[in-house]
T-cell receptor, first 113, second 113 residues
Framework: DSGVTQTPKHLITATGQRVTLRCSPR?????VYWYQQSLDQGLQFLIQ???????AKGNILERFSAQQFPDLHSELNLSSLELGDSALYFC????????????FGPGTRLTVT | GQQLNQSPQSMFIQEGEDVSMNCTSS?????WLWYKQDPGEGPVLLIA?????ELTSNGRLTAQFGITRKDSFLNISASIPSDVGIYFC?????????????FGTGTRLTVIP
């Protein structure tokens, strides 16, 4: 158990809909990262937050957004969903924003039908 | 997004054999991490490397940070059935506070009892 929690575990929704994925980092960790894992693209970085502020952006679509709250939990919002958004979405956390070990949550499997 | 070249893509070995896999990049990284992922689960951190030339062990696992900082290697000695899974390397640049990971394409390991 990494100490990172993610909800829900599974999510099935229709095209055009909007969903919110939730992540709680390990106790004491200030940085949260979101990654997407699909069969054709592998594990891809989406976005990083550090202590409530956006720190870095990767291949995140404009239809996707995220935020980190004062209690350090984070939410990833996916809107106008398309079939191609079906993937595993992972949250990871690290102690601070200076690099080093990242610990991953169990993931949310999103299926868009 | 950038993916690191990881080889071999898959391996079938007998229980008790040693395993070697490697990861190469066209870019320099300041940190190399190795993860293991079981189906439907989040990646689990195995080893972290922070310095070029560094050799680090974790039980039967040994990993090395390449001298050029563009590659890393993972060895597993005396494999056992529970070593089955997908192994990912990940590089981190740690520049300007952006500490996202760039992942390799993965090595799928099958251990035959």
């Amino acid at each position: 158990d990494s100490g990172v929690t993610q909800t829900p575990k599974h999510l099935i929704t229709a095209t055009g809909q909007r969903v919110t994925l939730r992540c709680s980092p390990r106790s004491g960790d200030l940085s949260v990262y979101w990654y997407q894992q699909s069969l054709d693209q592998g594990l891809q970085f989406l976005i990083q937050y550090y202590n409530g502020e956006e720190r870095a952006k990767g291949n995140i679509l404009e239809r996707f957004s995220a935020q980190q709250f004062p209690d350090l939990h984070s939410e990833l919002n996916l809107s106008s969903l398309e079939l191609g958004d079906s993937a595993l979405y992972f949250c990871a956390s690290s102690v601070d924003g200076t690099g080093g070990e990242q610990y991953f949550g169990p993931g949310t499997r999103l299926t868009v039908t | 997004g950038q993916q690191l070249n990881q080889s071999p893509q898959s391996m079938f070995i007998q229980e008790g054999e040693d395993v070697s896999m490697n990861c190469t990049s066209s870019s320099i990284f300041n940190t190399w991490l190795w993860y293991k992922q079981d189906p439907g689960e989040g990646p689990v951190l195995l080893i972290a490397l922070y310095k070029a030339g560094e050799l680090t062990s974790n039980g039967r696992l040994t990993a090395q940070f390449g001298i050029t900082r563009k590659d890393s290697f993972l060895n597993i000695s005396a494999s056992i059935p529970s070593d089955v899974g997908i192994y990912f390397c990940a590089g981190q640049r740690g520049i300007a506070g952006a500490n996202n990971l760039f992942f390799g394409t993965g090595t799928r390991l099958t251990v035959i009892p």
